[in-house]
């Protein structure tokens, strides 16, 4: 009995000893490339705005986006896989401590009667009951448990950025399907006020061809104007259609509201005005990109594999231990003289698959190189889309102003040409050029409003959020 003591004392001190020495195992830390940035070029600070569509101050897109984030299927998908890591990591955390198992059997078996063993008559038939609990605990001397479970992490912390990533180009896609849309309904209905001024205008050259002010021929020119007009309008309108039905799906509804395609939207005449963009944005704006966080994480995952294919080369030390009673009667189970325990401890050293390790080993490290170069190139693709953002917004602004400039010019020429055809001294094909040239200018103008307000959204994407001036 006192051997058995000291032999479970060396045992349970041998024990401490390796999760010590596990413990003090040396991790190594993510390493990430160093990478030459831009200069900061502002003093603007960012802020925490994953809100950002509310700087357009239009409830309808709010209502849409926000409906989206939370029916929309693809979006589910991504937050599905955040569950799933989630649960991986569990299974990995599950290995840096002991397993603990319960364990109750029985067995009634029959042994030969004519072995070579001779038996006492009776003893053919015997019962066997157990009930204990068995303890294994892998020490991690290599870093093996605690590496996998450091990858298992980073892996989540990926796929909470993936699906933040996500997430924000969703609701970058709604903003932009719904600003477009605005600009379909503006046309629709430039187009329909068009087409009844181009009524209005063949009856009167009717009516002015009657009392012989006017010849055919310019009714034949009314004419066709009004029914130029009259051709463009269904194609616009399948268009508006087309778009409601889009972001019906984007905001995850049903299949009959995607067939009905019922949309609320702003009422205002004229498209929401985009934010206004401080001159300066610094560079570190862009650790909020979702994407380069996820890039970042994938990295550390990679990183931590390979010390986990590293630590194969090395001996796996398992510590066991198990205690409780068997008996062959079970009304005998649980007194003292059934009790039964064992301790072990096992070495596993590889000799014969070092040539498998090896490739385990290289395949890790071809895997944190392309890690190491999504990396690199998300932070390059990062400032590209900023400054692409940038330079489409400042070039949207001009255009809108040019064309809003040129939009007043020509209304003041259909002024003045209507005025000199009433008069007579102007030929009816100069007031049907004007009016073919407002109407395309007008036309022209709603689209550069979108633009400007869809590349405001992309500069939103781009930055991960929003932005303040001190």
């Known amino acids: 009995m006192r051997d058995d003591k000291r032999l479970i004392r060396s045992v349970a001190l041998g024990l401490l000893t390796a999760v010590v020495l596990a413990a003090c195992a040396s991790t190594p830390e993510a390493r990430k490339p160093v990478l030459e940035l831009p200069d900061a070029t502002g003093a603007v600070v960012a802020e925490d705005l994953s809100q950002w569509w509310l700087r357009y101050n239009d409830p309808a897109l709010t209502a849409l986006i926000e409906r989206a984030l939370v029916h929309n299927a693809d ?105 477009s849309l605005l600009a379909t309904d503006r046309k629709v209905a430039l187009t329909r006020q068009t087409l009844t001024t181009r009524e209005e205008a063949f009856q009167l050259a009717q009516k002015r061809l009657t009392g012989g002010t006017a010849n055919s021929l310019q009714v ?35 299949p009959r509201a995607i067939v009905e395609g019922a949309i609320g939207r702003s009422n205002a005449e ?85 040539r498998q390790i090896d490739a385990q080993v290289n395949a890790a490290k071809a895997r944190e190189q392309q890690s190491e170069a999504a990396y690199v190139k998300s932070v390059q693709t990062a400032f590209k889309e900023v400054y692409d953002a940038l330079g489409n917004l400042h070039a949207a602004n001009d255009t809108l102003v040019a064309q809003e400039q040129r939009s007043a010019s020509l209304r003041e020429s259909l002024r003045i040409s209507q005025r000199r055809y009433d008069a007579g001294v102007s030929a009816y094909l100069d007031l049907l050029d004007a009016q073919r040239n407002l109407y395309a200018v007008d036309a022209d103008r709603i689209d550069a409003q979108a633009d400007r307000l869809n590349a405001s959204v992309d500069l939103f994407r781009a930055l991960g959020g929003g932005w303040s001036q001190q």
């Open 270 to 354: 004229v498209l929401p005005p985009a934010p206004v963009v401080p001159e300066g944005l610094p560079s570190d704006l862009l650790a909020r990109r979702p994407d380069i966080r996820e890039a970042e994480a994938n990295l550390a995952a990679s990183q931590a594999r390979v010390s986990v294919a590293r630590a194969l080369y090395f001996p796996q030390i398992v510590l066991t231990g198990s205690g409780g009673q068997e008996s062959a009667k079970l009304s005998d189970l649980f007194s003292g003289p059934a009790l039964v325990w064992r301790i072990a401890a096992s070495l596993t050293q590889p000799i014969f698959g070092l």
């Open 75 to 179: 979006l589910k998908v991504a937050v599905a896989r955040v569950d799933e890591a989630a649960a991986l990591l569990v299974v990995a955390n599950s290995d840096r401590f002991p397993s603990v198992d319960l364990n109750v059997g029985a067995n009634r078996s029959k042994a030969t009667e004519k072995g070579v063993i001779p038996r006492p008559a009776g003893t053919f038939i015997s019962n066997d009951f157990q009930a204990g609990i068995s303890i294994a605990y892998e020490v991690d001397f290599w870093g093996r448990v605690r590496n996998a479970d450091k990858a298992a992490m980073a892996q989540l912390v990926a796929s909470r950025e993936s699906m933040l990533a996500f997430r924000s180009s969703l609701a970058a896609e709604v903003a932009r399907s719904y600003f």
């Open 220 to 254: 034949q020119q009314a004419q066709s104007e009004r029914d130029a007009i009259a051709a463009a309008l269904p194609r616009l309108v399948a268009a508006q259609a087309q778009s409601t039905r889009a972001l019906a799906l984007l905001a995850g509804d049903s």
